[in-house]
């Protein structure tokens, strides 16, 4: 299933979210980056589903419209503040945690 993954969170380009599922995830489920730091990867928490659609392969003729899922990340609880978080990732980046915040 194509997919759409969207955070507010400032990372990397180098971060890869999936573009396809082989099912919708659930609120509450968490998402791996494919980019690993070593050891280390960013894992975001599923907060919200959203079924949008693509206008650019909407049909008038056949009356077919394209829907998605948008999937939208944030940090997981396990992270006591985005301040926690932003000092991890800056240290497994090499950018420090200023450069994020």
Not at 26 to 47: F, Q, T
Not at 48 to 54: C, E, G, S
């Amino acid at each position: 299933m194509y997919v759409v993954c969207r955070t507010n969170l400032d990372l990397l380009p180098c971060e890869k979210w999936p573009i396809n599922l082989p099912a919708l995830p659930n609120v509450g489920d968490h998402i791996e980056s494919a980019y690993k730091w070593g050891n280390k990867v960013v894992v975001l928490k599923v907060v919200r589903i959203t079924w949008k659609y693509n206008i650019n392969t909407c049909s008038v003729v056949d009356n077919t419209i394209d829907w998605y899922p948008e999937i939208e990340l944030h940090l997981p609880s396990f992270w006591e503040n985005i301040s926690r978080f932003y000092e991890w990732y800056g240290q497994i980046t090499e950018k420090g945690k200023s450069y994020f915040i």
